[in-house]
């Protein structure tokens, strides 16, 4: 299994990148929140992956953030739901937003992601709040003892929401310690919406 790629970066075309690791390109495939953090072609780059070994092909997929990478493992558990719609509902709303659509039963927030219809977003409602709940770290990083990848996912979720990382990095400079995920990003998006 590889866990993490980290290289340099050698070509950007979403959803998949090319990561060189000494002399070796890796193709990988990434969420459009992963996508929207990397850095330009030719830096360094460090990603949380998961290899996909099927008959004809390996896959790898890579994740800005461990909680990026737990939501996917998560996701390709749940019957008839795959790499690709796993990758769809990553890139169609952040960790956080899909968390809080969960907690709330919210099947309307999973069907405007693409290739999600009622039957499919209503199954992964009712089979993500058991696993959501049996892994805390998804829900709440923060007292899990892991508060940098909580920070690191209330960044990335403001910048898949539009925001710079400027801005997004000095909303996070604002929040109190100790919040998990979704209150982060909800405080976050309400000082940037005062700003």
């Known amino acids: 299994m590889i866990g993490r790629i980290a290289g340099v970066l050698l070509d950007k075309a ?52 461990e909680t990026e990478r737990r939501v996917f493992r998560q996701l390709i558990r749940i019957s008839g739901i795959g790499a690709r719609t796993a990758l769809a509902v990553l890139s169609g709303m952040s960790v956080g937003e899909l968390v809080e659509a969960v907690a709330r039963q919210e099947a309307a927030r999973l069907i405007k992601v693409p290739g999600i219809g009622r039957k499919t977003a209503e199954r992964l409602l009712l089979e993500l709040k058991d696993k959501f709940a049996a892994d805390a770290g998804i829900t709440q990083g923060a007292s899990t003892g892991a508060p940098r990848g909580v920070s690191d996912d209330i960044v990335n979720a403001l910048i898949a929401l539009g925001y710079s990382e400027k801005e997004a990095n000095q909303a996070l400079k604002q929040l109190p310690e100790g919040l998990n995920l979704s209150d982060g990003i909800r405080q976050a998006l309400r000082m940037l919406a005062k700003s």
Do not use: N, W
Request: no cysteine; aromatic share 12%; glycine share 8%.
């Open 14 to 65: 979403p959803p998949q990148i090319i990561v060189d690791v000494q002399g070796v390109g890796y193709e990988i495939e990434v969420p459009m929140s992963t996508f929207y953090v990397l850095p330009a072609s030719g830096e360094r780059v460090s990603l949380f992956t998961h290899l996909v070994v099927r008959e004809d092909a390996q896959l790898l997929y890579g994740f800005a953030s």
